[in-house]
């Protein structure tokens, strides 16, 4: 089963803090990797996506570094707030025609 | 602009009972997906419809059934629920066009428990 590894679990983190989420992959085919953002009782929302020809993405407060060697990409939140406080998903697709695999998701608490 | 609608919000079943979650999305998207999510275990692929007339099994298929009704509609059908399909179940839909890919639109979720 294809894969995609996401840490840690859960993260708290004060505000103004950088908030840290990695995700890991098996699949060299994987060619699209977008991350989610998801609050309470409400559906995920598309947050940033990278491809694997680009090394980082940033948008706003939001970036995106990717390892292509190493199979790795990880989000950063740069000024973390209480509204970041969410739930986090990374997510790879194996091939065009198929469908989004998800990690396991982080809930970020963002205190004041 | 609705996006991806998905009825009901909320629904209880007795064990063995079915029902069918409907999804409409009006962004004439061709591909859309169903996903559960359980406490701890992300979203879950139960079946997608790359196209209007296709659909394929995900991760976890067993126990459901999906209808590709056209190209805004897909419906997710449980012919004898189990406790174990307890969950928070997510419609999306995305336009995918060769090596481009696009984002997923969500639903708001049907929350199932299943007694």
Redo the contacts between chains.
């Keep these: 089963?294809q894969q995609v590894k996401?840490s840690p679990?859960s993260l708290i983190v004060q505000k103004g803090g950088i908030s840290i989420i990695n995700c890991a992959y098996e699949n060299t085919a994987f060619?699209?990797f977008?991350w989610?953002q998801q609050f309470p009782?409400?559906?995920?929302?598309?947050l940033i996506?990278i491809r694997p020809d680009v090394s980082e993405k940033k948008e706003g407060r939001f970036t995106i570094s990717f390892n292509k060697s190493a199979k790795q990409f990880s989000l950063h939140i740069m000024d973390s707030q209480p509204g970041d406080s969410a739930t986090y998903?990374c997510a790879a697709?194996p091939q065009?025609?198929?469908?989004?695999?998800?990690?396991?998701?982080t809930t970020l608490s963002v205190s004041s | 602009n609705a996006g991806v609608t998905q009825t009901p919000k909320f629904q209880v079943l007795k064990t063995g009972q079915s029902m069918t979650l409907q999804c409409a999305q009006d962004m004439n998207h061709n591909s859309m997906y169903w996903y559960r999510q359980d406490p701890g275990m992300g979203l879950r692929l139960i079946y997608y419809s790359a196209s209007e007339g296709t659909t394929d099994k995900g991760e976890v298929p067993n126990g459901y059934n999906v209808s590709r009704l056209n190209k805004r509609e897909f419906s997710l059908r449980l012919e004898s629920a189990a406790p174990s399909q307890t969950s928070v179940y997510f419609c999306a839909s995305s336009e995918v066009g060769g090596v481009l890919y696009y984002g997923y639109t969500f639903g708001s979720g049907t929350r199932l428990t299943v007694v």
């Design positions: 089963q996401q679990q060619d699209y977008p989610y009782g409400k559906g995920p929302a598309l996506a998903f697709i065009a025609g198929t469908a989004l695999i998800f990690g396991k998701g």
